[in-house]
């Protein structure tokens, strides 16, 4: 577990289980540097957009490049779990589910990043766009039958599910939240979202 960031006067457990972590910088004996290959954003397009204009902010962005090429990745490996970061926060009280639901949704209100979406032109290019409301993607699983064990085994699965479910790009939010019930005074969030959102010094925004 990191360090846990303060959310009012309570402190979370925040453990970031995030792809692409573990970089193997040493290189094996006898390979050689090969020449750079281009691959453009428009070879792995993403599906159209689901939004209209009048779901839409009036601005439109063009990704970074930082972005497009985690677009690129999701793409061309949609199952792959590329980009897809999970933040789990053990909870070690008693919780309000339709609270806590509704808290997130405010703050999904409140940072249009969180709304962000991606769309393709006829010629493969990506322009993002913020969508004006989004419903947020919540589900509560009951796990308080099971035991330590069971529980432990049953949450590895689900992130590993979770993470190969991956996001549409071109469908908002690409986000969800996942609350485990594990007894009456302990639960666990899970914050599922693409990395193409936010970044690491975007986090305690959010969470404050």
């Known amino acids: 577990m990191l360090?846990?960031?303060a959310v009012g006067a309570r402190k979370l457990a925040i453990n970031l289980v995030g792809a692409g972590l573990n970089i193997r910088l040493a290189a094996p004996v006898g390979w050689m540097p090969q020449p750079p290959v281009v691959i453009h954003l428009r070879?792995?397009?993403?599906?159209?957009?689901?939004?209209s204009r009048r779901t839409m902010s009036a601005a439109s962005f063009h990704p970074t490049p930082m972005q497009e090429g985690m677009l690129f990745h999701t793409l061309s490996?949609?199952?792959?779990?590329?980009s897809v970061e999970q933040m789990v926060i053990d909870l070690p009280e008693r919780v309000d589910a339709a609270a806590l639901r509704a808290a997130w949704?405010?703050?999904?209100?409140?940072?249009?990043?969180?709304?962000?979406?991606?769309?393709w032109n006829d010629a493969g290019q990506a322009t993002g766009q913020i969508a004006a409301a989004v419903a947020v993607p919540w589900q509560v699983v009951d796990q308080r039958?099971?035991?330590?064990?069971?529980?432990?085994?049953?949450?590895?699965?689900?992130?590993?599910q979770d993470r190969t479910q991956g996001f549409d790009p071109g469908r908002?939010?690409?986000l969800?939240?996942?609350?485990?019930?594990?007894a009456d005074d302990q639960h666990r969030l899970t914050w599922t979202l693409h990395h193409v959102l936010l970044d690491g010094r975007s986090y305690p925004t959010v969470l404050e």
């Open 172 to 174: 908002a939010p690409l």
């Open 176 to 182: 969800r939240l996942t609350l485990h019930l594990l």
């Open 3 to 5: 360090p846990c960031c």
């Open 43 to 51: 070879d792995a397009r993403g599906s159209a957009c689901y939004y």
């Open 77 to 82: 490996h949609p199952e792959g779990g590329v």
């Open 105 to 119: 949704e405010t703050v999904v209100a409140r940072h249009p990043a969180l709304r962000m979406v991606f769309c």
């Open 145 to 160: 039958d099971l035991n330590h064990a069971e529980q432990r085994a049953a949450f590895a699965a689900f992130l590993r």
